[in-house]
């Protein structure tokens, strides 16, 4: 009996560990996101280089630097996740930042955590 339950645990413990970076989001889905919504100002490799982008003051935010500096929900940590979804979902003004990046609150749950792990795959 001891032997089934360990087993068990065990199994149980794989099946969390190989289900966690499933929640991270799926990065290839997030970049038809990203291309459709954030290259006109972020640019095709997030540097903030796309071609509304080069006009704007201040410049939009580069990706491949991997540096975020909103704490959108206010936890003491900038950049986290959850912070860069309150900032998609709701413009970057609602957090202080510029007011042209556009609220985009009709994007699911799913397509947030898609783009996000896209956006974060942009870092060199």
């Not at 459709?36 to 491949?64: E, I, M, W």
């Not at 929900?73 to 556009?102: H, Q, S």
């Amino acid at each position: 009996m001891t032997r089934t339950l360990r087993l068990l645990a065990s199994l149980t413990l794989l099946m969390a560990l190989a289900a966690g970076p499933a929640l991270a989001g799926d990065a290839a889905a997030g970049k038809a996101t990203y291309d459709t919504l954030c290259t006109t100002c972020h640019g095709p490799t997030g540097k903030g280089d796309g071609p509304a982008g080069v006009a704007l003051t201040p410049a939009p935010r580069d990706f491949s630097v991997g540096d975020f500096k909103f704490d959108a929900d206010k936890n003491g940590t900038p950049g986290e996740d959850a912070d860069l979804k309150l900032v998609i979902k709701n413009g970057a003004a609602a957090y202080g930042g510029n007011p042209v990046m556009a609220p985009w609150g009709h994007l699911s749950d799913a397509d947030l955590d898609n783009v996000i792990a896209y956006v974060r795959g942009l870092k060199q």
